[in-house]
């Protein structure tokens, strides 16, 4: 039985290839990117200081959230909050820099989170920048909400993590059920 699925598997990836995969798990996922004003210590810091309350906000507006359409039109409409959190946390931290929050599709590299692996590709991403941006950057993935940060998100301390195979299980699944 199992040999069979290995191999259906294995034939549906080499029919799809693998930019079938990158591009529905793309469409599927909204990310966050923080990028620092610059790599020293304080300005690290701060970075971490906004992506906590931005954390803060977005857990919040997404946790509603049943698909990525649904949580896309939420973060589009809190786009003005968003930003006016960002420049209060900047004022709060005593910040000389300007926040920029901008939201589109963005080119992301590939990146390891966890046990999740995520191909590089066009994001659709809430990108964050602190002065000119061009420190370390912080990034996670807020739908669906895989953004663990002790304190910031989540009840518990349980992480949970899918299975690149089983989401690629379900992501064939619906193709073949359409």
Known sequence: MWQKVV???LLLLMILGPRGGATMR???????HVHAHSDTEEEQRLKLAVRDALLGEINRLVSEAETPSQ?????ERALPGLTSLL??????EKSPHVGQVKWGVFLFPSRVYGQLALP???YRALN??????NGRNWWCVMYPPL???NGVVGQSTERRFDSALRNLVQSLWRRLRN
Do not use: M, P
């Open 128 to 133: 964050v920048h602190i002065g000119e941006g």
């Open 71 to 75: 949580a896309e039109k939420l973060i």
């Open 87 to 92: 420049q209060s946390t900047l004022q709060k």
């Open 120 to 122: 590089a590709g066009r």
């Open 7 to 9: 191999a259906t598997l």
């Open 26 to 32: 793309s469409r599927e996922i909204i990310r966050l």
């Open 147 to 149: 953004c663990f940060v």
